[in-house]
Nanobody
């Protein structure tokens, strides 16, 4: 069974940084497109970043371009999300997810496996 465990969330002031990690077990990590999603209260879940399986191609939502960086370490079965220049509107629960089918997608339905989420709170 594939399991994803996020860590690294917390409370930070505006302009601060955090690094989220997502450790994957129970499957072949290098076969997965990995995505980071977030969901704020009363809002839909959205993809903020995704990274392809082999060639490192990435996607970023417009709202986080230039501030967030997704990366993966296939030797450690881990995907990361570096969050810089954080804003109060970045406050949300952040989830990592794994897609074993696509090349690179932001579609929630394409992701088969999900972590439990980690809270990121940015104070003003």
């Amino acid at each position: 069974q594939v399991q994803l465990v996020e860590s690294g969330g917390g409370l930070v002031q505006t302009g601060g940084s955090l690094r989220l990690s997502c450790a994957v077990s129970g499957g072949t990590f290098s076969n997965y497109v990995m995505g980071w999603f977030r969901q704020a209260p009363r809002k839909e879940r959205e993809c903020v970043a995704a990274i392809s399986r082999y060639d490192g191609r990435t996607y970023y939502a417009d709202s986080v371009k230039g501030r967030f960086t997704i990366s993966r370490d296939n030797a450690k079965n881990t995907v990361y999300l570096q969050l810089n220049s954080l804003r109060p509107e970045d406050t949300a629960v952040y989830y990592c997810a794994a897609d074993p089918h696509s090349y690179l997608t932001i579609t929630i339905e394409a992701y088969d496996y999900w972590g439990q989420g980690t809270q990121v709170t940015v104070s003003s």
